[in-house]
């Protein structure tokens, strides 16, 4: 599944040449994957009872093109692959009014035992909680 968010280009995101500071596209990409996580009804599996916590392990990011102020941004949210440990999304940025890519991001995931702090294998309960996983751990058994 794809998920889509816009977010539009605020002062307070841009620098003084009205150019949005590169930290500012993570904040974005992280929007966009809440969203992606509201769509298939997966917020409560970011607090999930049982002390399983969705980490930010490694992030990949090539700028492609500046966004500036007043600018609308389309940012697309997909599973990519997941591995053992992993959970890997692709994202990437479109300049709205262009439809040319402003950046495109790899953001790897983690599960971790919130009481341990060890890293979680997903299992058949993680793959019941979030089913999407299915199709894409079956090539990592």
Not at 20 to 40: C, I, Q
Not at 78 to 107: G, H, P, T
Not at 135 to 140: A, C, F, I, P
């Amino acid at each position: 599944m794809k998920s889509e968010i816009e977010i539009k280009i605020r002062g307070y995101h841009a620098d003084h040449f009205k150019h949005v500071n590169h930290a500012r596209y993570l904040e974005f990409l992280e929007e966009a994957r809440w969203n992606y996580f509201e769509d298939l009804n997966l917020i409560e599996m970011l607090f999930h009872p049982k002390s399983i916590f969705l980490a930010v392990f490694n992030i990949k990011i090539n700028y492609r093109r500046s966004a500036v102020a007043g600018d609308t941004l389309r940012i697309e949210t997909a599973l990519n692959r997941v591995e053992k440990r992993k959970v890997i999304f692709s994202q990437k940025i479109y300049s709205k009014s262009s439809d040319k890519m402003v950046c495109d991001a790899e953001i790897t995931n983690v599960l971790i035992n919130t009481e341990n702090k060890e890293l979680i294998k997903i299992n058949q309960e993680i793959l019941e909680i979030w089913p999407e996983l299915q199709k894409y751990y079956d090539t990592y058994k």
